[in-house]
């Protein structure tokens, strides 16, 4: 079955420190991967996201994410945390190859707090 | 670039009565967009794909007789729920897929929500 789990619901971090979010996927293709992040009141805003070649990607607001095949995993990180990254953050993937409505299926969520 | 708006933003109606919620793609032409239901502290649960100029497909369990999908122009898709009853009530979210030459650069791009209460 196709799945994402993002195993830790919630995570605090104090500012400054670094930050990794858990990503591990099931899927039956060649996935292409997603992290999006939602903060209150805000839709959905696109990270980053993989499709192949360097495994390490690099998105906005200095996140990267590493894409580990043999782990089925794409975990997110941030090397300091700024208490503007206390959001929602979610993991998807999708069909690398064809399929025109490329459908995402979604992972649970990570709620991230920032203390000061 | 590729900015998605939803419209309204918030909206509170009485059961029975049926709620139209506007998607827009502001500054790209999006053949597809997606539709998604967002419960309090859980994922998105996508409910249907609207393809423009033709009848939109719906997941497994979505009656697409309450929630209805027009796709009429590359930059708009609407969403209709009728006849709407409390269990109705939940965070709406749209969003248009970019993509051009190769995959790469295929993305889903999110309109901020519409919160629906329906009393």
């Known amino acids: 079955a196709q799945s994402v789990t993002q195993p830790d619901i919630h995570i605090t971090v104090s500012e400054g420190a670094s930050l990794e979010l858990r990503c591990n996927y099931s899927?039956?293709?060649?996935?292409?991967l997603f992290w999006y992040v939602q903060s209150p009141g805000q839709g959905l805003q696109l990270l980053l996201k993989?499709?192949?070649?360097d495994t390490l990607v690099q998105g906005i607001k200095g996140f990267e994410a590493e894409f580990k095949r043999s782990q089925s995993s794409f975990n997110l990180r941030k090397p300091s945390v700024h208490w503007s990254d206390a959001a929602e953050y979610f993991c998807?993937?999708?069909?690398?190859?064809?399929?025109?409505?490329?459908?995402?299926?979604w992972g649970l969520g990570t709620s991230l707090a920032v203390n000061p | 670039g590729a900015v998605v708006s939803q419209h309204p933003s918030w909206v509170i109606c009485k059961s029975g009565t049926s709620v139209k919620i506007e998607c827009r793609s502001l500054d790209f032409q999006a053949t597809t967009m997606f539709w998604y239901r967002q419960f309090p502290k859980q994922s998105l649960m996508l409910m249907a794909t609207s393809n423009e100029g033709s009848k939109a497909t719906y997941e497994q369990g979505v009656e697409k007789d309450k929630f209805l999908i027009n796709h009429a122009s590359l930059t708009l898709s609407t969403l209709t729920v009728t006849s709407a009853h409390p269990e109705d009530s939940s965070f709406y979210i749209c969003s248009a897929r970019v993509w051009g030459q190769g995959a790469s650069t295929d993305t889903q791009y999110f309109g901020p929500g519409t919160r629906l209460t329906v009393l």
């Open positions: 899927y039956g293709a060649t996935p292409y």
């Open positions: 993989y499709f192949s070649g």
């Open positions: 998807a993937v999708g069909p690398a190859h064809g399929g025109n409505n490329r459908k995402l299926i």
